[in-house]
């Protein structure tokens, strides 16, 4: 028992091992996209700068502007223009959690109060806005048409996606298919526009970049359907949000999406009740749950959220072996393995 509890430590401690080594690695690169980050996010109107650093400094590891550099980095890159569009993917990035918070109502977001929940609706949704324009002066400041058109592009299928969300919201009814557009819009295009410049910058060939644009879309896309088992599933300390906020906004997430198709008539009434028409009761979430487990929905999500994975692996057989080969691929692991 010693032996096997021993060797499954050390296997669910390799992947945060991944993302400390992979950080490490690109130190120096991200503490100057930290300094971007802070001289950009200044204002003469003070709000601004108050409200963006509340949500910068919120507990957030970096994971996207981590993989601008380290995508960069496997391309051989030695400029400093990937410092620059990295800070631009997590001004993006910023901006967008801004807006999310206003939309879904959030209180709480790492642990932490969220801005709208401290300063109010209209002051989040205006300084998202100025986060997004920050990011666009970074885009011109590169010169690149190419990477404008990348992050640019990006940046209107998170909107998209955002849109998308809010139609399918409370819609039981929504397929898995529908919900995955929802994903690859919201989240996965900045994840896979934030790798694919790191092949841009370096001038690397168009297979290089389709390669890092494919790996960063899987990645993205695993990442969410982690982000959907956790809130069905794991504790306010690790998630860094309310146990169970999706369930409340009433968000149709992929576990949600199995549930309602393998459950009775029974059971499809619960979920119209519950995310539908908004009337939730005491123990309605703890019966999600359960649901959830009867039908297989949360390990069923795990193992799509490893398909993806998979493939994002795959996507990076195209580069020599090296480090930072090795590390994206492990980070593939970090990303999965938020759930232990």
């Known amino acids: 028992m010693t032996v096997l509890a021993k060797l499954e ?162 819609d039981t009814e929504t397929s898995e298919s529908a919900y995955l557009e929802v994903v690859t819009s919201k989240t996965a295009a900045l994840f896979a526009a934030a790798c694919r410049i790191g092949a841009v910058v370096a001038e690397r060939p168009s297979a290089e970049e389709d390669a890092l644009e494919t790996y960063g879309l899987n990645l993205g896309i695993a990442f969410q359907l982690v982000d959907d088992v956790l809130d069905y599933s794991a504790g306010q300390n690790k998630l860094g949000k309310t146990v169970g906020d999706d369930f409340r906004e009433g968000k149709i997430t992929l576990p949600v999406v199995l549930s309602y198709r393998r459950g009775n008539e029974e059971e499809r009434r619960f979920w119209r009740r519950t995310l539908e028409e908004g009337i939730r009761r005491d123990g309605d979430l703890a019966h999600a749950m359960r649901l959830m487990g009867n039908h297989g929905a949360l390990v069923d999500t795990v193992e799509r959220a490893r398909h993806y994975g998979a493939v994002a692996r795959d996507a990076l057989g195209l580069f020599p072996d090296g480090v930072y080969k090795t590390l994206l691929r492990e980070i593939v692991d970090f990303c999965i393995e938020r759930l232990h």
Not at 98 to 105: A, G, I, M, W
């Open 9 to 170: 430590s050390s296997r669910r401690s390799a992947p945060q091992s991944a993302f400390d080594r992979l950080h490490g690695l690109v130190a120096d690169d991200l503490r100057e996209v930290n300094r971007i980050i802070l001289e950009r996010m200044n204002s003469p109107v003070a709000l601004i700068p108050q409200l963006a650093g509340h949500i910068i400094a919120s507990g957030g590891k970096r994971l996207r502007p981590m993989l601008t550099l380290g995508a960069a980095k496997l391309c051989a890159y030695h400029g400093r223009r990937h410092v620059d569009l990295a800070a631009c993917v997590e001004f993006i990035h910023t901006a967008t959690l801004l807006h999310d918070d206003v939309v879904d109502d959030s209180d709480l977001r790492r642990g932490s109060a969220t801005a709208n929940s401290l300063w109010g609706n209209q002051p989040s949704v205006l300084v998202g806005d100025f986060l997004f324009s920050r990011s666009f002066q970074l885009m011109v400041a590169d010169g690149s048409l190419k990477v404008l058109d990348i992050l640019a592009s990006a940046a209107a299928r998170i909107a998209e996606g955002e849109v998308l969300q809010l139609v399918t919201s409370n």
